[in-house]
């Protein structure tokens, strides 16, 4: 249970429900135990009158009444403190999962890109489900069980100590073996349910990429492949749970032989005590009922050791995304303002899960309210500048400053909140086009949502729609065409007004017209503001104030449109081709 003693802060925190959750237990536990005497004594009466050791059939009568009145009173309140019991034990589990799946949430998004880029997102999302589910069954059921029934063994053998302590003996004499058989079963149990939790996590991964990509899957034609493959990994999937349910399917068995045993030895060994006058007949009847009852306790011990034992193959899956530490920490809790001098001084970065060097020796500075371009051939580096200035990840050689300080030591909330970043691949959630818009300013009223539309020349393609802005899109936004999404992309960053812009070659989808007019609105907003834009068409870059050229992670060119322009090299090439694509 090593991996399961990160869940401990959980059981302090709820500590209060929990010891009231003991006290009630023990309450019902003693209101069961009860049961099987007062039944007991109801045999011994009726006994007494067939031997005629009471002649008065009142005080039969009168005996069994308040037997009864007696068993069906103690087995309500048994039932009612269980009920609470119930109650407390599993709500504290929910509470406990709804903190587990939140934790991890938290984790996920402060973890870094790379760690993105190395792990799938169905395992991601099997991790955050089915393997918290596993643990919840630990620290609820598997709980409760444990500490009733813990409870019940302590009282049911106290008091049938007391009772028989022969009868007693030979009563539970099947319990070391049934016990030593579980612990052997919950350790091949504990190596199967590692098992089946990695195949679940690549069924959820390969179901999530074809759902994603089953426009490609379509296109391609490859249905059957696909659905060949998927129904390889289910089978495989299959045969584990099937091997892990073999092993658990012992259990009753041995439940079934620990009641046989144990109800042979107590009408064996007891009515020979019975006939030798060391007990009575109710006594029998008494302890066959605690064998019924005390059966539960230590077969379940299997049940719970196998949730113990899925759930600690779970949360050892969890813990490893728990320990991950992210590679962008923040280094300072103080707020630092942004106004959006940024500059690069010889800046070389290579990618850690890649090892591709993709800037080398980079320098340049842009000044609040300036515009600067960077264009190039794919793979040059062009987003990698955009994804430092968001301190998606850090430098290894040189420095990036921010209004003159390192970006390291600028408090990386303060950063990211007067960012506005539209992606290369533009992303929309899926919600409504005014939900995904207001992404960039959570409190922003329809107003503003609707300028920002304008400014971006998407509102009167949102106005069409027949529920308008409250059209929900479907995953990733797959209702609107992709110039669309980049707009909305675009409308989504600029409603922020944030200290810095940075448009990753979001204007791709997008005809030349449309792009002017975008354009024009960007920069009379922009004014105040540090914007960079990526991209491969000269009509994107021509306005700014400064554009660099980069190849294979350097600078070959900088300067103006009107310099670039008639200086020979990659700019004049581009700028004269698409010049020559725009007459033709």
């Known amino acids: ?12 925190k709820y500590r209060g429900r929990l010891l009231l959750g003991l006290i009630i237990t023990v309450i019902s536990t003693i209101f069961k135990v009860f049961v099987p005497q007062f039944i007991g004594d109801t045999i ?29 009173g103690t087995t309500l309140l048994a039932a009612f403190f269980t009920f609470l019991m119930r109650q407390t034990f599993i709500v504290v589990s929910r509470y406990i999962e709804f903190d587990l799946k939140n934790e991890i949430f938290q984790q996920y998004e402060n973890l870094s890109l790379g760690f993105y880029k190395k792990n799938r997102t169905g395992d991601l999302m099997n991790r955050i489900s089915e393997d918290v589910s596993k643990v919840r069954m630990y ?27 022969t009868l007693t003996l030979y009563a539970i004499a099947p319990l070391p073996i049934l016990s030593v058989a579980i612990y052997k079963l919950s350790v091949a149990i504990h190596k199967r349910s590692t098992i089946v939790q990695e195949y679940l996590s690549k069924l959820t991964s390969f179901a999530q990429e074809s759902f994603s990509g089953i426009s490609v899957i379509k296109a391609y034609g490859i249905e059957d492949r696909t659905n060949s493959s998927f129904v390889e990994l289910s089978e495989g999937s299959m045969d584990k749970n099937i091997d892990l349910a073999k092993v658990q399917a012992l259990f009753f068995p041995l439940m079934v032989l620990l009641i046989g045993c144990s109800s042979i030895s107590v009408i064996y060994i007891g009515g020979q005590q019975v006939i030798d ?22 077969a379940v011990i299997g049940w719970v050791t196998s949730m113990i034992q899925q759930a600690e193959a779970s949360q050892k899956r969890i813990n490893e995304f728990l320990k991950e530490t992210p590679d962008i920490i923040n280094n300072t809790e103080k707020e630092t303002p942004i106004y959006g001098a940024i500059e690069f001084n010889d800046v070389t970065f290579t990618y850690p899960d890649t090892n591709i060097t993709a800037l080398k020796n980079i320098s340049f500075k842009v000044n609040p309210g300036e515009t600067l371009s960077i264009i190039g051939n794919t793979g040059s580096g062009k987003s990698t500048i955009l994804e430092l200035i968001g301190r ?18 600028l408090n990386l909330s303060s950063l990211r909140s007067e960012i506005g970043y539209v992606p290369q691949d533009a992303f929309l959630f899926s919600e409504s086009i005014l939900e995904n818009i207001k992404f960039g300013k959570e409190n922003a009223s329809k107003d503003e949502v609707i300028e920002a539309a304008k400014n971006a020349v998407v509102h009167d393609n949102i106005d069409a729609f027949k529920n308008g802005y409250d059209t929900v899109l479907g995953e990733r936004g797959i209702t609107l ?3 669309q999404k980049q707009r909305v992309s675009i409308a989504r960053a600029i409603i922020k007004d944030p200290k810095i812009l940075l448009f990753d070659d979001c204007l791709s989808a997008v005809d030349t017209e449309t792009e002017e007019k975008i354009l024009k609105n960007l920069s009379e907003i922009s004014q105040e503001k540090t914007t960079i834009i990526v991209s491969h068409r000269i009509s994107s870059v021509k306005n700014s104030d400064k554009i660099i050229v980069l190849e294979e992670g350097k600078i070959i060119q900088q300067g103006s449109h009107n310099e670039l322009k008639i200086i020979d090299g990659y700019y004049k090439e581009l700028y004269n081709k698409q010049l020559l694509e725009k007459e033709m």
Not at 1 to 12: D, P, W
Not at 139 to 165: D, E, R
């Open 44 to 72: 011994n009466v009726v006994e007494r009158y067939i031997n005629k050791d009471i002649t008065d059939l009142a005080i039969v009568k009168s005996d069994l009444l308040t037997n009864i009145m007696l068993i069906i």
């Open 392 to 409: 998606l990840y850090d430098i290894e050689n040189g420095y990036l400053n921010i209004d003159q300080t390192n970006i390291s030591q």
């Open 1 to 12: 249970m090593k991996e399961l003693q990160s869940l401990n802060h959980y059981f302090i």
């Open 277 to 298: 006058g060391i007990i009575d007949f109710g006594t029998i009847v008494e302890f066959l009922i605690y064998v019924q009852m005390l059966t539960w306790p230590v």
């Open 481 to 483: 065409s992709g110039g």
């Open 139 to 165: 620290v609820g059921p598997a709980l409760m069980y444990s500490v009733t029934n813990i409870t019940l063994l302590i009282i049911a053998l106290s008091y049938m100590f007391y009772k028989a302590p």
